[in-house]
């Protein structure tokens, strides 16, 4: 399971890394259509219906909404997006803390979570498109971006089994441990320094870019633990197959999802952008 899990990692790490370096700004826009469409199927799946005409009737409607309104968005749009998903994970957060597990949420509700969701990723996939299209060195700050999620998935995994006692979040995710996360973090330091020693920051001083860096690959957690509930509620596994070893697209995004607002919002506020 892990060797086949590693080989799936790595062949999509070489896809992204490859999209994001070699494609022209409209085969990345493409790309990322592709990744919501795919996300966008699986969410219907777990939320509001398992009939594949609906799943694909509404995925395909936001894609073309995605592709329409991208070219439109503007930066102070972008500003806003940014702060209202970050407000949003941190609402997400507070809710976690009082989840109890269901397995009968009404219709209402999972038209809710669908249209919630929905708008969560949306956001995350514009904030990433603007990183790589507004800044010099877009590029290399959005493989930065995802990068913190990786290596706090590393550092949680082996941590988590080297020393993992207390339960992080039992009723969500019972795998998860303190110790992982913490494990992560500490990874995480190591990583951003070494990437501020490289990068000089981007134009960051050391303090902010390290605390903004921590503060995303902490709260990237939270989407994790999202993706986690709507799985338990809809009695799922994984939130797809596509991906062996991984399960669904959104089982590898879920972090990405969350991360994505809280650093650009974070940029924001820093007066980077």
């Not at 338990?232 to 959104?250: F, I, N, T, W, Y």
Request: charged share 10%.
């Amino acid at each position: 399971m892990l060797k086949q899990r590693i080989i799936t990692a790595v062949i999509l790490a070489l896809i992204v890394i490859g999209t994001i370096f070699f494609l022209d700004p409209i085969f990345i826009q493409l790309f990322f259509a592709l990744v919501l469409l795919v996300s966008m199927l699986e969410l219907v799946n777990m939320t509001i219906s398992r009939n594949k005409m609906i799943q694909w009737l509404l995925a395909v409607m936001v894609v073309a909404l995605f592709l329409w309104f991208h070219p439109e968005l503007g930066i102070r749009f972008l500003f806003y997006h940014s702060y209202i998903g970050l407000v949003i994970w941190c609402l997400i957060l507070v809710f976690m803390m009082h989840y109890r597990f269901s397995g009968q949420w009404k219709l209402g509700v999972r038209m809710s979570v669908l249209l919630l969701s929905t708008a969560l990723i949306w956001i995350c996939i514009n904030g990433l498109l603007f990183i790589h299209s507004h800044f010099e060195q877009g590029p290399w700050i959005l493989m930065y971006v995802l990068t913190l999620v990786w290596v706090a998935d590393i550092g949680a995994y082996f941590s988590g089994k080297a020393f993992g006692q207390h339960k992080l979040a039992p009723v969500i995710s019972p795998g998860k441990t303190r110790e992982g996360v913490l494990g992560g973090l500490v990874l995480n330091f190591f990583w951003i320094s070494g990437v501020y020693w490289f990068t000089r920051g981007w134009g960051l001083d050391y303090l902010p870019f390290v605390l903004l860096g921590l503060v995303t690959a902490a709260l990237s957690v939270v989407g994790d633990l999202y993706i986690s509930i709507l799985k338990r509620e809809a009695d799922l596994k994984d939130s797809g197959r596509l991906l062996p070893g991984h399960g669904g697209v959104l089982d590898r995004i879920d972090s990405v999802i969350a991360a994505t607002p809280v650093y650009l919002g974070g940029l924001f506020i820093l007066g980077a952008v």
